[in-house]
């Protein structure tokens, strides 16, 4: 091999590599907007950031609280209690009265005291706070799980959202080549046409075979109709995906090209499928779940508070030594005997947290099977690509040598279109073909959850 040839070699792998990573990065950027503008990734960031409001609330009940309380009572009538002051301290007075020749004791009367309190007041600043609280406790931590796990759901949808969005770019690929395609058939039937032309003038063809073209010409032209509506319709889902104007313009990969290389076989074998987020989803929920147990079993823990009361009571809004006063207190609970309430609820946990693992186990099967059919459907459509390359290629060639036999009078010209028709076809499937490859390759990068989302 030459000097000069090793050289240009060396210069196309590094353009190679050079339009690989300038590609890469367009899809990238792609899947950045998408992450960044989408409606529902917007809507599960709102249902998070409810999620850590709900825990900060949760933080606060072991904090003291301080509520202003006052009440005021106006009253007349109801029960009372006879108090018999003038039947005991009258015969005494009397007595005085006479001993001391004076009347410096009066005479009293019985008095009937209202119970009920009348223009009394009682305004106070109560402060609690819990000491001992499993149950406040469980709590918590549940709503830190719950976090966690919102966490997990928003990175669920993101990683569907990755493979979505690069399924939608790789069918606007398609759509778009479809459509590339069916123009240059357009401009093979149109140098037909200028060919049979020339021939029927000089007299070595008859008309059939211009009035054929011409309806070959009529086909291509509604089947380029279709393909561009087709791509219209892609690339507004794709706009969609990204939140932007549906009509906004799609920049190309100019590596995306059915000439690309692909690797035969992804080698997933041996691969684990625990960095799927619905696995880390579900074991947030047995660990909630598991939580949910313990507060069901907190039961048997006493619960302690305390508080204080700092305030102002009497009569007729009197404030004074006498009025104002503090009341301080523990208060403890502890539940003893409810008919085996808490015991059935323990019972229905624990029943939740095995139904929990048992799910565990059962997606993580099923995201095995999964991993393993689409390696399998990723090797297939490499497969059937590199099988449309060549196809395309041999098409290619036949067209040419049947176009240069019906030149020369050699072919007849519905020979000559199905030779057109293959290598139209042909080169369709070959675009198809390098599409179902990607996107295979978007569903296999999902199911093992290695695209980084952050």
Known sequence: MSTTFKTISS???????????????????????????????KQKQFQLEKSMQALNEA???FLPSVSLQGDYIKAHGGRTID?????????????????????KFPTLKNESVQLNPDNYYDVKLHTSMPLVNAEVNYNKQIKKQTISLMQAEINVYKRALVKEV??????????????AIYKDALALVEKNITVNESLLRNGVKNGTALTRAKTEKEKVLAQISQAE??????????NFLLNRNLDTSIEPDINNTPNTDIQQDLKTEGTSVANREELQELAIKTDILSLNKKLQQSFMIPTLSTFLDLGSQGFNWSVNDQSRYYFFGLHMQWDLFAWGQHKYRIKQAQTDVNSAKLEYDETEKAFRLALRQATNDY??????????????QYAEKYYNDQLKAYKEGQLLYIELIDAQNQLTTAQLQLSLAFANVQIAKAETERDLATYPLN
């Open 11 to 41: 210069f196309i792998l590094l353009l190679v590599a050079h339009v690989n990573l300038f590609a890469q990065g367009t899809l990238d950027n792609y899947v950045a907007q998408a992450l960044k503008n989408n409606d529902g990734v």
């Open 59 to 61: 933080k606060t009940l």
């Open 83 to 103: 108090l018999p002051v003038g039947d005991l301290m009258n015969p005494a007075y009397s007595t005085l009265n006479q001993l001391t020749h004076s009347d």
């Open 166 to 179: 690069k399924a939608a770019y790789f069918r606007y690929y398609q759509a778009t080549q479809a459509v």
């Open 229 to 238: 509506n087709n791509s219209k319709n892609t690339q507004a889902y794709f």
């Open 379 to 392: 090797n297939s459509a490499v497969s059937n690509y590199n099988s449309a390359k060549s196809q395309r």
